[in-house]
């Protein structure tokens, strides 16, 4: 079945220096749908990007992706990280998305902490 | 506008109670999903309704758990015999179904669950 794999668990950043998280997946279908969601502390999971065109670089309140079917990644990044963006993220799959099944696959997340 | 309501918030149980959470979908949405969130498995599918029918169930644990969806407005998630290890967030979302659906799921806040 489909996977997401998120290497790091924890990731902490001084104010200021880049962001890069890692999310690679595996699925046997070619038409995969990969998103980032974000999680802030006491509120509820929400969409930050999406894509499923290959090599095309996405971009959404500060944050961007370029999905990477060669390598099946799709890490996101920051130029520079913000107190703000503290938060839980997690990488997100859907592995067939010309099917008929909505169901996305979710990674382990990553717990990042920027600090000034 | 609403969002996805989850009911209760947070509920304790003794080991072997019985469990029941509520969600209510935002309205005009056709799909429904259910996701347990742990710190060391991260977000898991457990299951969802497409227009009150179940779609996928395939990460439902089969024998203490069950979920329904009554009306297009209601699902519940019922966990019997609880047990430690099933104490987690219990998170509900929805989205728009058929040529609407976009991989964007909207969620509720979540329903801890802490089993004694």
């Known amino acids: 079945g489909d996977s997401v794999t998120q290497k790091e668990g924890l990731v902490t950043l001084t104010e200021g220096l880049p962001v890069m998280l890692n999310c690679t997946y595996q699925?046997?279908?070619?038409?995969?749908?990969l998103f980032w969601y974000v999680h802030y502390l006491n509120e509820s999971p929400r969409l930050l990007l999406k894509s499923s065109t290959d090599n095309k670089r996405t971009e959404h309140q500060g944050f961007h992706a370029t999905l990477h079917k060669s390598s099946s990644s799709f890490h996101l990044q920051k130029s520079s990280a913000q107190l703000s963006d503290s938060a839980l993220y997690y990488c997100a799959l859907r592995g067939n998305s010309g099917g008929s099944n909505y169901k996305l696959t979710f990674g382990k997340g990553t717990l990042l902490t920027v600090t000034p | 506008n609403a969002g996805v309501i989850q009911t209760p918030r947070h509920k304790v149980t003794g080991k072997g109670q019985e469990a029941t959470l509520w969600c209510e979908p935002i309205s005009g949405h056709s799909a429904v999903f259910w996701y347990r969130q742990t710190i060391v498995q991260g977000l898991e599918f457990l299951t969802y309704f497409r227009n009150q029918a179940p779609i996928d169930d395939s990460g439902m644990p089969k024998e203490r758990f069950s979920a329904q969806m009554p009306n297009q407005s209601h699902s519940t998630l019922k966990i019997q015999s609880t047990q430690p290890q099933d104490s987690a967030v219990y998170l509900c979302a929805s989205s728009l179904g058929g040529t609407g659906y976009t991989g964007q799921l909207y969620f509720g806040e979540g329903s801890k669950l802490t089993v004694l």
């Open positions: 699925t046997i279908y070619s038409n995969a749908f």
